[in-house]
């Protein structure tokens, strides 16, 4: 039996991106959302709505903010735990913090455990999907995915491959992240609302042979994505050119193994050389900024405008746990603030599009999440503009959304998440 609920308040929908003209052209708020077998049923006028749906429920959301889930394109869930982990910049930060907590993930119990903590808390904050690292460990994968299968939750995740450059413990080989990797996507990709993301953590950790061997295994299976870093720090792009000599850029190392392609995602993509741009635009592969990570890291400024100006494709993501913090509020708010310190102030529809369309499309789920609009999914967040004294007395002075909502993005957390649905279910 089918049934329909209505949501009231305001709706958030984007019509087209809000950097390809006016920030606000592309954005549509309606005042009530039906929602019916986990899908958007209606978007429109609350009386509209209630007519076509006289027995359906209504929740009055009132002036509350309600759009689609949060989308966080490049996560690591393993590293839940070590958030916000003191002092180190990036190799030191692996080798210190992150590789230690990895190691613990051959533990299937361990892995259930955190992967649970890791979709309770980002659901918390808002978030619906995500695209997540996991580690050398197959059970790490299959950790994550049962746990978004039973919760109904679109994931893509995929089992992280180093074969050198990493302690005892976390190295796989060339053979054994083909064949693990292959195994695990044969198994989950396209399975309910799960797809598989093949995942070499960056070229510092895989050998030549083993990016080979990832490259030729997406030949194999082109549908899934391809996940990995790029261009973080300038230390770690020395380091690079120091173990691919023959490469003519950072992008190279991919490149020259297959591991270039409209479905590839790289995280960071800071400083990059002019070829490295053209490349990754005339191949249509996203890049993922993750300015938590960035800042706290202190890895550098991303040129979100210059990148989107030449027809990039972007996306936006925590980075957790190099990212300090689950919630892409905060998220939208260090993209904000790493736009100031490059000279350009983003708007908050293009913060909230990034959020969710940007980074669906990042993910080539555009046409699934990241949105609200009749036939997507309804993975969907309500917002309270006014969730602390401190976002309310700014929000009361508002004179449109736009200056209701920048409150919340640059002052809010998991306090200004009132609901959350996955598939339709409140959680
Ligand atoms: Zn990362």
Not at 114 to 133: E, K, N, P, Q, W
Request: proline residues 5%; glycine residues 8%.
């Amino acid at each position: 039996m089918t049934t329909t609920e209505i949501l009231t308040g305001r709706v958030l929908s984007f019509t087209r991106s809000p950097f390809e003209a006016a920030p606000e052209a592309g954005a549509e708020i309606h005042e009530a959302v039906a929602v019916a077998d986990g899908k958007v049923a209606g978007l429109g006028s609350a009386a509209t709505l209630r007519a076509a749906h006289p027995q359906a429920p209504v929740t009055d959301h009132g002036d509350r903010l309600i759009l689609a889930g949060f989308v966080d394109a490049h996560a690591h869930y393993p590293q839940a735990a070590i958030i916000a982990s003191w002092g180190k910049r990036l190799i030191d930060w692996l080798n210190t913090y992150t590789f230690p907590e990895e190691m613990r993930f051959a533990d299937p119990d361990y892995a259930a455990e955190i992967a649970a903590r890791y979709l309770d808390l980002t659901a918390a904050h808002g978030t619906t999907t995500m695209c997540s690292f996991c580690t050398i460990h197959p059970e790490s994968v299959e950790a994550l995915f049962a746990q978004a299968q039973a919760r109904g939750q679109r994931v893509t995740a995929g089992k992280t491959c180093m074969d050198r450059n990493a302690p005892e413990g976390l190295r796989d080989t060339v053979q054994s992240a083909h064949d693990d990797s292959k195994a695990l996507l044969e198994r989950w990709h396209g399975v309910d609302r799960l797809s598989y993301a093949i995942t070499p953590r960056f070229s510092p950790t895989s050998t030549p042979e083993q990016l080979e061997a990832l490259g030729a295994l997406w030949a194999a299976h082109p549908d899934c994505l391809m996940q990995t870093h790029l261009s973080e720090q300038t230390d770690e792009i020395a380091w690079v050119r120091s173990l691919y000599p023959q490469a003519r850029d950072y992008l190279d190392t991919y490149e020259a193994h297959g591991l270039l392609g409209p479905r590839g995602l790289y995280g960071h993509a800071i400083h990059l050389e002019p070829r490295e741009r053209d490349r990754l635009r005339e191949t249509g592969a996203a890049l993922v900024h993750c300015p938590t990570s960035n800042t706290f890291i202190g890895s550098g400024l991303f040129d979100m405008a210059g990148l989107m100006a030449e027809g990039q494709r972007v996306g936006l993501a925590t980075d957790t746990g190099g990212g300090s913090s689950f919630s892409m509020l905060r998220t939208m708010a260090a993209a904000y603030e790493i736009g100031q310190l490059r000279g350009t102030a983003l708007h908050p529809a293009q913060l909230l599009w990034l959020a969710t369309c940007g980074a669906a499309q990042a993910l080539h789920l555009g046409d699934r999440i990241g949105n609200i609009a009749v036939g997507m999914e309804a993975d969907l967040v309500v917002l309270d503009l006014g969730s602390t004294p401190a976002i309310a007395q700014r929000a009361e002075r508002a004179e449109d959304l736009w200056e209701a909502v920048f409150p919340t993005i640059m002052m809010g957390d998991d306090r200004a998440v009132a609901e959350v649905r996955i598939g339709g279910r409140r959680v």
